[in-house]
């Protein structure tokens, strides 16, 4: 994998009117590498994305792509694509817009996927749809992919096989993506850096193993405060029984016990806590 920086954002805002949907966004992302961008509807995250990929221009802030020759596909949260055109059509109509076009490439995806090629787009089903959009980023050759809600629409074995691909075209061609997602427990053994936003701002961001790494749960007799020293991410109280999410890596004693942070937990708790400060 390729060690660098594929996009640097620096203080990034967007503003609808007067509504403020992105605010002071810092962050670089791994080139080579999955990243997800995750955060409860209307944190958004369609918007990062739109701006990222130069189709909305930013309110204030910038966006760099260090690579000499840095493309970016996007793929829409509804996958846009023309009713009208057969499968086929769509890639002719991808090899034409882009500057480099790999029909093998976007063939091979929509044959694992067993996208007949001579249908109308309008006539296939939204799994299928989905797939002819993903084929068309990909024949693209981008060095990054966005990917807005990729999982959204697909059954059960069609997301396992998307992720599946999709790590497998980052290994193969070092290119690096960024999907937005609402599924945090698909993410584990996924993506290897988070982008949490809420209400436009980014909360916390990171690579996941040194994320995880930083946090433990504990859980023990009711207390006001965890057994360690450290950030308490969230804290629960049920009868007799107290659990912490603590920035902290101390090991306890009896009768606390801990365990690892799972990306879920870290996620979810930041967003709860997140939403508490604002109420
Ligand atoms: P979801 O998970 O529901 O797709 P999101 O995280 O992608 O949400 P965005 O679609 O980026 O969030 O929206 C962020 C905020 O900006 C929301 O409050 C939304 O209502 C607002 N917003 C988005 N697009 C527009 C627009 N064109 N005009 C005005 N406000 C908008």
Redesign the pocket.
Known sequence: MTEGIALAVQGLGKR??R?A??RDCSFELPAGRVSALV????????????VLAGLLPPTEGSVRLPGADSRIAFVA?DKPLYRHFSVRDMLTLGSKLNRVWDQRRALDWLARFDVPLDRVCGKLSSGQQAQVAFAVAIGSRPSALLL??PLANLDPLARREVVKELLAAVVDTDMTVLL?T?VVAELGGVADHLLL?AD?RLVLSGDVDELLAEHRNYAGPRSEQPPVPGEVVHASHVGSQSTFLVRAAEPVTEPWTTRPATLEDLVLATLENTRTVAA
């Open positions: 609808y009117g509504k949907a992105l955060g409860v509807n209307g944190a958004g995250k369609t918007t990062l994305l739109s949260q807005d809600e937005s609402h936003l436009g």
